[in-house]
Structure formats: structure tokens, C-alpha cells
């Protein structure tokens, strides 16, 4: 089957790929496991000269590269901008402090000397999404390959350019030849992948069906991994909230990459003593989103990625409005894949957008009667990957966030991930973690070394 590069805003077939077969997979996985030994062997210092190298290179080409995503997948050239940047900022950041971070660790035995050292595993398989196609990517691949080891991407089907922008972005760089290469494989090919002699580990970045799939492989074959899953984000505004910063945050992080991202606030939940005067906020602000061709610098709102990722979206959302839920803003599909800005209040258990990821320009409304019943509801998913509390008190709602089931938990803050912070979630949002210290010790061996 072929990879088909199509533009979501004019439904324009750009280019056409076609897949790899079998020989082509076992001759790239090969060529990545014989460059990583001299990688490894290279050294912190040159390692992290080339890694500054592709920081700069993103700097320089982020406008190239926000056309080239807005193009595959549809997010408006500013927020494209923006995300490669972020990838320049990961870079940076893994080239400054990798060394740092796998240092060894001196401890004190009965023995003359011991100690843990941090040594790459070989080959990371990285699969990756196509809502921030250069950021996911940069995301698992700046410290793994800091770390030592290899890569190979297998990036999502409807995202081929961006995937060999990035196999170039390295390249261009000075990377070894096939030390980072984009692997042009089906989805069904993915599992041959990771039974390969030649891959070490996986890193996935997907759906919670996807995650259980490629988890189930990697314990197959004994292969380490890290699922980052789906999410269902939990946005709580107290009665004592500053209801416009609130307001305002609440639509930036909902409709943020047209509502395409795992950690988008997906559940709002304003308690009682606020809920209307907060939600008639939210209804304002979110009217004022600009939604149109994502090549112009103005539109704020693209089009979905895929028309099916729409229709599956609307389906969603006529099923809750059945259900009891009530249309207070858009919920009517545009043109081809665009899907406006929509609300959905007083969404209640049973209904689609209370227990479902919404993924896309959805917001689910969610009353909660109190502090307490909101943190219930906040708790009550089978998700956990992120979560915001709103209050002028930051210390009570400090302690509020130790109670909620997630990953990372902010205040008066939207949910965003940063290099220096680890990010991933629990229960079904996944396991393991990426970025800081911790993200790039998961695809290395700890090894403990003893000495008389």
C-alpha cells in the first residue's frame, strides 16, 4: 500500500509513496544497528556538537517546516513555527545536560570500588503520531540518540515528508549515515519491527489501541518500552479562580492544534458557584476563534487531520447530544475536514463525551457541585495523563493536584510538555517516561559495576 501525503484544508493528493517490502525493512534496521557501536563510542562532546548542529538547522528552516506540516496534516503555520522551534529548544537541551544525566553514579560498598553507569541499549524504534509530526519525533529521538543508541521511525502513514524532512534534518546535520532513518512500513509491519534482531526497545506516542498493540510485541520479544497514550485532561475551576485568565486558558489549551493533542484540556470542569458565569466566558472567547486556511498567519483553527478523524469526531458528538448533552456552540461539521470550534454542556455519566477522548475542536462541560465532586469527576476516567487546577489559592489547590489521578498536574497553568520536566502518564494514558533525566534513562542499561 502506498503513503499518501494528502492536504486536509483542499483534499489535494501532494505526493504518493510506496511502502517498503520486507527486504527493504531488514537492510535499514541493519544499516541503523551497524552505525550505532561508533555513535556510542563517539563521545558526549562530538555527540552534542551535531545535536547543536540540528537545533540550529531547525531554527533556520522552522518557516520551511510549518509550511511543510500545515500542508500534511493541517496545523496553521504559527502554531507549526512554534512547534519546531520547541524541537530546536529539545536539542539544545539534550546536547547541554546529556552528559550530565548519564554520568556515573559513585556508591559506596564493601567493595574498593562500585559504581552505576548508564550505557545505550543499541536500536530505538520510535512510532510516532501525526498531530506534532517534527515534536514527537524530536521528542523521543534528541535523548536517545544523546544517549548512544540508534533510531528508526516509523512515522504515522498520513505525515511521509515530514518524516524524511527529519531523516534529512540529521543528515544535513552531520549525523552518521542510517544512524536516524524513517522507516516507509505499513502499520502491520510494525510488529516484524520490533521482533528484529536489531531493534532493542520501542517508544510509542498513540492511541490506547495502538498501545496495547505494540506493547504486546515488545513483551513478545522482551523488548523494553514506553506507551504515551491517549488523554481525557481534566480542567477544574474553583469558585475563587480568576475566571477570565481561566477562560482564556481553557480555549487556548482545548482548541490549540484544532484540538488534536493528547494533552489538550478535554473535560472542563467549573464548579457550581461559577459554572455559568465561567461558561458564558468560554462561549465568548472560543466565538472569537479564527478558523480557515492554515497557510494564513491569522487562522488560529485548521482543519482536522483526516476527513475520517472528522466524521469519527462528529459521531461522537451527535451520539452525546442523543444522549443528553446540550449543543451550545458549533457541533455542525464544515467543509471537507474542518470542524468549527465547538462546546458541549452539561455532559453527564453514560454519554460518549464523558468517558471518551474527544479528539479534535471539542470541549465536554462537565458541572461539578463542589471542590470535592470535582475532583471526583476529574478522577472518574479510565485516562491520566494531565490535569489543571484554577485558584487564587495556589497552596489549596497544590494539595488538590496530589489527589488527581495523572501525570503531571499544573496550576493556574494549561498543561504543556518541557524538556526539563519528565512527561507520561498512568492508567490507560500509558507508562514510562520522556523528557528531563528520566526520559532519557529509559532506553539505556543500568548497569552496576563492582570492583575489589
Same mark, same amino acid.
Not at 506540516?69 to 519546531?84: D, Q, S
Not at 465547538?342 to 465536554?364: C, K, N, Q, W
Given at each position: 500500500?502506498?503513503?499518501?501525503?494528502?492536504?486536509?484544508?483542499?483534499?489535494?493528493?501532494?505526493?504518493?509513496?510506496?511502502?517498503?517490502?520486507?527486504?527493504?525493512?531488514?537492510?535499514?534496521?541493519?544499516?541503523?544497528?551497524?552505525?550505532?557501536?561508533?555513535?556510542?563510542?563517539?563521545?558526549?562532546?562530538?555527540? *552534542?556538537?551535531?545535536?547543536?548542529? #540540528?537545533?540550529? /538547522?531547525?531554527?533556520?528552516?522552522? +518557516?520551511?517546516?510549518? %509550511?511543510?506540516?500545515? =500542508?500534511?496534516?493541517?496545523?496553521?503555520?504559527?502554531?507549526?513555527?512554534?512547534?519546531?522551534?520547541?524541537?530546536?529548544?529539545?536539542?539544545?537541551?539534550?546536547?547541554?545536560?546529556?552528559?550530565?544525566?548519564?554520568?556515573?553514579?559513585?556508591?559506596?560498598?564493601?567493595?574498593?570500588?562500585?559504581?552505576?553507569?548508564?550505557?545505550?541499549?543499541?536500536?530505538?524504534?520510535?512510532?510516532?503520531?501525526?498531530?506534532?509530526?517534527?515534536?514527537?519525533?524530536?521528542?523521543?529521538?534528541?535523548?536517545?540518540?544523546?544517549?548512544?543508541?540508534?533510531?528508526?521511525?516509523?512515522?504515522?502513514?498520513?505525515?511521509?515528508?515530514?518524516?524524511?524532512?527529519?531523516?534529512?534534518?540529521?543528515?544535513?546535520?552531520?549525523?552518521?549515515?542510517?544512524?536516524?532513518?524513517?522507516?516507509?512500513?505499513?502499520?502491520?509491519?510494525?510488529?516484524?519491527?520490533? *521482533?528484529?534482531?536489531?531493534?532493542? #526497545?520501542?517508544? /510509542?506516542?498513540?492511541?490506547?489501541? +495502538?498501545?496495547?498493540? %505494540?506493547?504486546?510485541? =515488545?513483551?513478545?520479544?522482551?523488548?523494553?518500552?514506553?506507551?504515551?497514550?491517549?488523554?481525557?485532561?481534566?480542567?477544574?475551576?474553583?469558585?475563587?479562580?480568576?475566571?477570565?485568565?481561566?477562560?482564556?486558558?481553557?480555549?487556548?489549551?482545548?482548541?490549540?492544534?484544532?484540538?488534536?493533542?493528547?494533552?489538550?484540556?478535554?473535560?472542563?470542569?467549573?464548579?457550581?458557584?461559577?459554572?455559568?458565569?465561567?461558561?458564558?466566558?468560554?462561549?465568548?472567547?472560543?466565538?472569537?476563534?479564527?478558523?480557515?486556511?492554515?497557510?494564513?498567519?491569522?487562522?488560529?483553527?485548521?482543519?482536522?487531520?483526516?476527513?475520517?478523524?472528522?466524521?469519527?469526531?462528529?459521531?461522537?458528538?451527535?451520539?452525546?447530544?442523543?444522549?443528553?448533552?446540550?449543543?451550545?456552540?458549533?457541533?455542525?461539521?464544515?467543509?471537507?475536514?474542518?470542524?468549527?470550534?465547538?462546546?458541549?454542556?452539561?455532559?453527564?455519566?453514560?454519554?460518549?463525551?464523558?468517558?471518551?477522548?474527544?479528539?479534535?475542536?471539542?470541549?465536554?462541560?462537565?458541572?461539578?457541585?463542589?471542590?470535592?465532586?470535582?475532583?471526583?469527576?476529574?478522577?472518574?476516567?479510565?485516562?491520566?495523563?494531565?490535569?489543571?487546577?484554577?485558584?487564587?489559592?495556589?497552596?489549596?489547590?497544590?494539595?488538590?493536584?496530589?489527589?488527581?489521578?495523572?501525570?503531571?498536574?499544573?496550576?493556574?497553568?494549561?498543561?504543556?510538555?518541557?524538556?526539563?520536566?519528565?512527561?507520561?502518564?498512568?492508567?490507560?494514558?500509558?507508562?514510562?517516561?520522556?523528557?528531563?533525566?528520566?526520559?532519557?534513562?529509559?532506553?539505556?542499561?543500568?548497569?552496576?559495576?563492582?570492583?575489589?
Amino acid at each position: 500500500m502506498p503513503y499518501i501525503s494528502l492536504n486536509p484544508a483542499t483534499n489535494e493528493t501532494l505526493k504518493t509513496y510506496m511502502s517498503w517490502d520486507r527486504r527493504h525493512l531488514a537492510e535499514a534496521l541493519e544499516q541503523t544497528y551497524h552505525a550505532q557501536p561508533a555513535w556510542a563510542r563517539l563521545g558526549f562532546p562530538r555527540r *552534542a556538537e551535531l545535536m547543536h548542529r #540540528a537545533a540550529s /538547522l531547525l531554527h533556520e528552516r522552522a +518557516a520551511e517546516y510549518a %509550511i511543510l506540516i500545515a =500542508a500534511e496534516m493541517g496545523k496553521p503555520v504559527r502554531e507549526g513555527r512554534a512547534e519546531v522551534e520547541k524541537c530546536a529548544l529539545a536539542c539544545d537541551y539534550y546536547a547541554v545536560h546529556a552528559e550530565h544525566f548519564m554520568q556515573v553514579e559513585r556508591v559506596q560498598t564493601g567493595a574498593c570500588k562500585s559504581y552505576v553507569s548508564y550505557e545505550p541499549l543499541g536500536v530505538v524504534l520510535g512510532v510516532m503520531p501525526w498531530n506534532f509530526p517534527f515534536f514527537q519525533v524530536i521528542r523521543f529521538a534528541a535523548p536517545t540518540l544523546m544517549a548512544g543508541n540508534g533510531c528508526v521511525l516509523k512515522h504515522a502513514s498520513n505525515v511521509p515528508q515530514c518524516a524524511l524532512a527529519l531523516e534529512r534534518l540529521f543528515q544535513d546535520a552531520g549525523f552518521p549515515p542510517h544512524l536516524f532513518s524513517t522507516l516507509m512500513i505499513e502499520p502491520s509491519e510494525v510488529g516484524e519491527a520490533i *521482533a528484529s534482531q536489531h531493534v532493542h #526497545a520501542v517508544t /510509542l506516542t498513540g492511541s490506547e489501541r +495502538a498501545g496495547r498493540e %505494540i506493547a504486546s510485541h =515488545a513483551g513478545q520479544h522482551l523488548k523494553k518500552c514506553v506507551m504515551e497514550l491517549g488523554g481525557s485532561d481534566a480542567f477544574i475551576v474553583l469558585k475563587d479562580a480568576d475566571l477570565e485568565l481561566a477562560a482564556t486558558f481553557a480555549v487556548r489549551s482545548r482548541f490549540q492544534n484544532c484540538g488534536q493533542s493528547c494533552i489538550a484540556a478535554k473535560r472542563i470542569i467549573p464548579v457550581a458557584d461559577i459554572a455559568d458565569e465561567f461558561g458564558s466566558l468560554f462561549i465568548k472567547k472560543t466565538k472569537e476563534l479564527k478558523m480557515g486556511d492554515p497557510l494564513d498567519e491569522a487562522t488560529q483553527i485548521g482543519p482536522m487531520a483526516r476527513l475520517d478523524l472528522r466524521e469519527n469526531l462528529h459521531q461522537q458528538v451527535t451520539d452525546s447530544i442523543a444522549q443528553g448533552a446540550h449543543a451550545v456552540l458549533g457541533c455542525e461539521p464544515g467543509e471537507g475536514a474542518f470542524y468549527p470550534p465547538s462546546i458541549l454542556d452539561d455532559v453527564t455519566p453514560g454519554m460518549r463525551a464523558y468517558h471518551e477522548e474527544l479528539f479534535g475542536p471539542v470541549a465536554a462541560v462537565i458541572r461539578a457541585a463542589d471542590e470535592e465532586d470535582a475532583i471526583r469527576i476529574a478522577n472518574d476516567t479510565r485516562f491520566g495523563l494531565g490535569s489543571s487546577i484554577w485558584s487564587r489559592d495556589a497552596d489549596h489547590a497544590e494539595e488538590l493536584a496530589h489527589r488527581i489521578q495523572a501525570g503531571c498536574s499544573f496550576i493556574n497553568g494549561m498543561v504543556r510538555s518541557d524538556p526539563r520536566l519528565p512527561f507520561g502518564g498512568t492508567k490507560d494514558s500509558g507508562f514510562g517516561r520522556e523528557l528531563s533525566y528520566h526520559g532519557i534513562r529509559e532506553f539505556v542499561n543500568v548497569k552496576t559495576v563492582w570492583v575489589r
